[in-house]
C-alpha cells in the first residue's frame, strides 16, 4: 500500500515571499502520478499541479513549480510570490498508474500575512 | 456545464437514521468516487464506480452502501448513521479509466449525533 506523508502541519509565509511545501511518499510502483490540492476555507478540493512520475522535467503552472526527486520520493510544492489568496490547505496525493484511489497526505495549513 | 455537483450541503442525522447523499455529474465522465474527510487527516476513498452498474469498495466501505444506475449519478447511503460517519463527504470524478488528476464537488457536512 502506498503512503503519503506531509511533515509540516501548518506553515506560514509573508505575502510575496517564497514557501515551499514537502511531501514524501512510499510506493514499490516505477509508474504513477503525483498531485497537489488546495482547500481553501470554502471546502472546495482545487488541483493545482500534476507530475508524472515517468517525466524528469519539473511541472510548473504559473507560480507554482514542483521539485520531484523520484529516487527520494519526494515531491514538494513552492509557491514564489504569494499572495493571500493561497491561504489553505494544500494536499500531496498519490495514484498508482493502473489504480482508480488517490492516496492523500493529511494536509498542511498554509497562511499567507499580509 | 454545473461539473460535479453534490446535496445536501449540511445534515445533521440522529444515529440509527438514515440518508442518501447525493452526486451528479454532467462531464460524461465514467469514474465516480465518494470520499470522506475528517479532521487532521486527507481524504480517504469509500467507494468508487468505473461505469453504470459497476462498484467497488475502497479503504473505509463500512457502513456505506452505493450504487450506479446512470453514468451521471452515484449516491452515496448511510443504513444506519453513526457518530463515527461525522465527516464531510466529497464526490469526484474522473476521464476514462487508470490515473489521473480528479475533479472534486463542493462536499457534504454531515453531522451524526
Known amino acids: 500500500a502506498q503512503t503519503v506523508t506531509q511533515s509540516q502541519p501548518e506553515m506560514s509565509v509573508q505575502e510575496a515571499e517564497t514557501v515551499t511545501l514537502s511531501c514524501t511518499y512510499d510506493?514499490?510502483?516505477?509508474?504513477?502520478?503525483l498531485f497537489w490540492y488546495k482547500q481553501p476555507p470554502s471546502r472546495q478540493m482545487i488541483l493545482v499541479i500534476r507530475?508524472?512520475?515517468?517525466?524528469?522535467q519539473n511541472a510548473t503552472e504559473n507560480r507554482f513549480s514542483v521539485n520531484f526527486q523520484k529516487a527520494a520520493k519526494s515531491f514538494s510544492l513552492k509557491i514564489s510570490d504569494s499572495q493571500l489568496g493561497d491561504t489553505a490547505m494544500y494536499f500531496c496525493?498519490?495514484?498508482?498508474?493502473?489504480?482508480?484511489?488517490?492516496?492523500f497526505g493529511k494536509g498542511t495549513k498554509l497562511s499567507v500575512i499580509p | 456545464n454545473a461539473g460535479v455537483t453534490q446535496t445536501p450541503k449540511f445534515q445533521v442525522l440522529k444515529t440509527g437514521q438514515s440518508m442518501t447523499l447525493q452526486c451528479a455529474q454532467d462531464?460524461?465522465?465514467?469514474?465516480m468516487s465518494w470520499y470522506r474527510q475528517d479532521p487532521g487527516m486527507g481524504l480517504r476513498l469509500i467507494h468508487y464506480?468505473?461505469?453504470?452498474?459497476?462498484?467497488d469498495q475502497g479503504e473505509v466501505p463500512n457502513g456505506y452502501n452505493v450504487s450506479r444506475s446512470t453514468t451521471e449519478d452515484f449516491p452515496l447511503r448511510l443504513l444506519s448513521a453513526a457518530p463515527s460517519q461525522t465527516s464531510v463527504y466529497f464526490c469526484?470524478?474522473?476521464?476514462?479509466?487508470?490515473?489521473?488528476?480528479?475533479?472534486f464537488g463542493p462536499g457534504t457536512r454531515l453531522t451524526v449525533t
Open positions: 469526484a470524478t474522473k476521464i476514462g479509466t487508470g490515473a489521473g488528476e480528479q475533479y
Open positions: 510506493t514499490s510502483e516505477n509508474n504513477y502520478y
Open positions: 464506480s468505473v461505469g453504470a452498474g459497476i462498484t
Open positions: 507530475q508524472e512520475a515517468y517525466k524528469q
Open positions: 496525493a498519490f495514484a498508482g498508474a493502473g489504480s482508480y484511489q488517490l492516496t
Open positions: 462531464m460524461n465522465h465514467e469514474y
